[in-house]
């Protein structure tokens, strides 16, 4: 064999990698189909938090990315072939023609050999500058905050159209309109740059994320921030009793947690079923918090504009025999600091509709004006990251997600992992919201005629009966999931 022989076979062998669309134009493809990431992952043999990882911004390589070029052309063939093509009022198709010379495309400045109404324009997507793949992305840096919740790793921007030509609105190419999120999806993005830093190994990655959650919250929230109505004080004057009085002490204010177990239950034998309610945490962020300084006030009397803590003489409470009292388990009598969602609930069980107890007496509050959705953009991004992960099998993103809110609630107070935002009086009013809601749970299952065996911490209901007619099952944060089932009683009654 000759040199130049020996060069044509090197030549032949070589290998160039398949372009393949924008991570946006990936993930719309394969949601167009309605493929699922578990079920395309399964066709590639790989996980489903790589397939989220290459509609983030990563890139594959080697046979599986010929794999996967494979199937995104398949699928923009499909739903090219798919679209009607005809006009609508709503939005009408493009008229393309061939120019007898090439002109640069208004997108990529590349030469282009058609016309999209009147814009020299590339139609094939693949053959246009500005579907080339990424910068590989960069691996984000632990010393800035607004690097390691997905800024870091993100695709590098189109280039911009010539402004010499009219090329000020986008042509879309015939075919497909692919809709992209006018927010970036930060939690994918640090998720995919997670996994790409340490060469798709998953429990690496689920480690490094968990251990950032608390930055990678914050950056979350000051996103879902942006534009928000209000004006909150991070770091405001707080009175003592928000304060702890030892270094490993308490402050004094009474979360309410239950703790509770049945006194007794009817002769015989008898099964139970303990429940578990999912992101308790999760759904307490849905609570009213005080924006600024807490102001004092003295007098029985509630303010639902304002909301904070206040110290009240607690109601008697007659049905600890079948119904934890809402204050939670508590043997000292008389006055106690409590939280807002804890005196709201007490008012709402001493009202005509319930008439459960009387109403306590409020002998003075620190409050501050309020609102119920100042965390709800912020729920709501770590609500649907979490249904998604759910839905695709992806266990990096579930326990980064969990991760997030849950060190997110139990840092805000005297913590020397979160020095952004220090509001200790929001944290005892999150995490009393949670309980709130479980106590809600238990009521709601006395009403509805099961037996309420046993109410503990923020998200475990014992319950005898039919609990499926009354809770919806599932994984979701409005449902419930069955964490034991075992049998207390005895024939004989003992």
């Excluded at 393949?20 to 949601?31: I, T």
């Excluded at 938090?49 to 390589?61: D, I, L």
């Excluded at 600024?292 to 206040?310: I, K, M, P, Y």
Aim: glycine fraction near 6%; proline fraction near 8%; include cysteine.
């Amino acid at each position: 064999m000759t040199d130049f022989d020996a060069i044509d076979a090197l030549l032949a062998e070589a290998r160039k990698d398949v372009p393949l669309p924008s991570p946006e134009e990936r993930r719309a493809l394969r949601e167009g189909l309605n493929v699922s990431r578990p079920q395309l992952a399964q066709a590639l043999d790989v996980s489903p938090s790589t397939v989220a990882g290459w509609e983030s911004g990563r890139e594959p390589s080697g046979e599986v990315r010929e794999k996967y070029a494979y199937f995104l052309t398949g699928a923009r063939d499909k739903l090219a072939a798919a679209e009607p093509r005809q006009e609508s009022a709503s939005e009408p198709e493009p008229d393309d023609e061939t120019l007898a010379t090439p002109e640069p495309c208004v997108l990529c400045g590349q030469p282009a050999r058609h016309q999209v109404e009147g814009f020299p324009q590339h139609l094939d997507p693949a053959e246009c500058g500005t579907a080339a793949a990424p910068e590989p992305a960069k691996k984000p840096n632990p010393d800035r905050r607004d690097s390691v919740c997905g800024t870091a790793g993100a695709p590098e921007p189109a280039k911009k159209p010539n402004p010499e030509r009219r090329d000020s609105v986008r042509v879309v190419p015939v075919g497909r309109r692919l809709r992209t999120a006018d927010n970036p999806d930060l939690i994918a993005s640090a998720v995919a740059a997670a996994l790409d830093e340490h060469s798709g190994d998953v429990e690496a990655a689920t480690k490094a994320l968990v251990k950032r959650a608390i930055p990678d919250a914050m950056a979350l929230l000051d996103h879902s921030r942006k534009g928000g109505r209000y004006d909150v004080i991070a770091h405001p004057w707080l009175p003592d009793i928000l304060r702890k009085q030892t270094a490993r002490g308490a402050d004094q204010i009474w979360e309410a947690r239950p703790k509770w177990a049945r006194p007794e239950l009817p002769p015989g034998e008898h099964e139970v079923t303990a429940l578990d309610l999912n992101g308790a945490y999760l759904s307490a962020l849905k609570t009213h918090l005080p924006l600024g300084q807490l102001e004092h006030s003295t007098g029985n009397h509630h303010d639902r504009r304002r909301a904070g803590v206040h110290l009240i003489t607690p109601p008697e409470w007659e049905h600890d025999a079948y119904l934890p009292n809402p204050i939670g388990s508590r043997d000292e009598r008389g006055p106690l600091w409590v939280t807002e969602p804890t005196l709201r609930l007490l008012l709402r069980c001493a009202s005509p509709a319930y008439g459960l107890c009387d109403p306590p007496e409020i002998h003075e509050s620190w409050t501050s004006g309020s609102t119920e959705g100042l965390l709800e953009k912020f729920r709501v991004a770590l609500k649907d990251a979490r249904e998604r992960a759910i839905e695709e099998g992806d266990d990096v993103t579930l326990e980064y997600v969990k991760a997030m809110y849950s060190k997110f609630v139990s840092t805000l107070g005297e913590s020397n992992y979160n020095r952004e935002l220090y509001r200790s009086d929001w944290m005892h009013l999150i995490r009393s919201q949670a309980f709130a809601n479980l106590w809600w749970k238990a009521h709601r299952a006395y009403d509805q005629g099961l037996m309420v065996v046993r109410a503990m911490g923020t998200d475990e209901l014992h319950v005898i009966g039919d609990w499926r007619a009354v809770f919806d099952e599932g994984r979701g944060v409005t449902q419930v999931k069955v964490k034991d089932v075992y049998t207390v009683g005895t024939q004989t009654g003992d």
